[in-house]
């Protein structure tokens, strides 16, 4: 049994604060803390989300797994403040991942990517092919404990689509996340809270932090969620040996800031721990050279337009290119033939078109509703600027995911690549080179060939090791 015992902060009164964290001790020896909110705090969060829930899903994402206010995402950037303070007390390093001298910490806008279909569609297209997966699975054996393992987690908006996709059919899990900055994982632990504080109590997952080692007894622990401080490496370099099994393995928007070599021994640490039914690999990435940034004119006129003209469809006929997730699009963007950079300025998709048509109908009918989405707009399209600390890009790391996999004996089966190049007229001739027919160039060159014809931000990568 585990002990339990609250911290104390400093003589603060616990009573006043909106979060705290309750120490754990295992028998293992390790430790954690497990996250309590302040129920008042949900219930001012869902006052804020009902209306926007219905409007939003009306207008934008009928199906989207979950959805959240601009108020919502304001409360938890003020309650992690509280919460950041806390898990400093308790031994934590705060140290936000940064990507420049930026007034707002970059997991905030991934927060808000939420609210914004060109940046959470595409996300969505991946954790559901995950959770589709994972539900097979329970049918065939409903005693088992689905386990998702998932690296690089920010403020957890991948984990809790995927988790709130399983509990829409019934289904829980047992998910460990890791990420290396204590901030993001402030941000985690309430973004998951203010989803799971509203469920009845018997579907309530228990949501640990925890700084270094993951408690032995949280792994395979059914509706439990583990928000763990580590480097993803080390984290995967301790597992290797625990005999753990992963159904599931989510890598959201974080192999491209890190080297090759790092995803290789990531994936060699995480191939000794693949599930005796396999594993789903999901992951996206940020394409390199590829900044967004779309001027508040070329917003307007499109949602002057859509006052007069039925966007979708209008979009619909220009979207000439269909991401390998399925999503159609056109991009408008400016090569800088100087430093190579790809400058878009102008998005056509069905997700821009549902976004467009909304802010038209709230600019006459709610405008204070309609600044909200604005600002949340330019925060979640402000992610490119992470562009500046890319190491690789997802072609690139997606590569090196299956060759690992393979060089460690895995079948391997790829069911999604972040690029299909055949699309662009252009074949494999052998490992890292393609031709198409004129010319023989290496992996990287057809790669950026094709991005100038189609700079697609967001790449996603669906590999399922079979065994
Ligand atoms: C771009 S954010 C992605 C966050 C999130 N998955 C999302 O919704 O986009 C990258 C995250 O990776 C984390 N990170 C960077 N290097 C890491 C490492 N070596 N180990 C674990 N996490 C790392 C950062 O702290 C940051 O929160």
Known sequence: MENESYYQGEGKDLVDSKVRLEKQEFESGYSSFVVKVDPQFTQECYEYDKAWDQDFRKNVGPNYPYTMSPKTSQMIASTSTELKKEMSRSGFQIDPWKVGVDDEPYVMGVLRRVMVTDTIEPILTYTDSIANHLKELKEKEPTKVLNIRSFFCGAAVADKSLITRLYESGTTANLIATDIAADSIAIAALNFSVWNELLPESDRYEIHIVKGSVPRELYGRDKTIVLQVEDALRASEEEKNLDLGYDALVLDNGLQYVSSQFTKDLLNNVSSSVGKNGLYIGALGLDSHIKVEIPKFYHITQIIDSKFRDLRQEY??????????????????NVDKNTGMILINGVVSDGAARMYTWL?????????????????????????????????TPFDYHNVIVDTLQSNGRNVEVIERPLEFEKYGWTQVEKDMYTNGKETVDGGTMMRICKEQDPLVLRTSKILVKD
């Open 316 to 333: 619909s006929k220009k979207s000439k290119y269909e991401a390998p997730y399925g999503y159609s699009h056109t991009y408008k963007f």
């Open 360 to 392: 038209g109908k709230l600019l006459s009918e709610n405008r204070s509703r309609f600044k909200e989405v604005m600002d949340a707009i330019k925060s979640a399209t402000d992610l490119s600027r992470a562009n500046r600390v890319v190491e690789t």
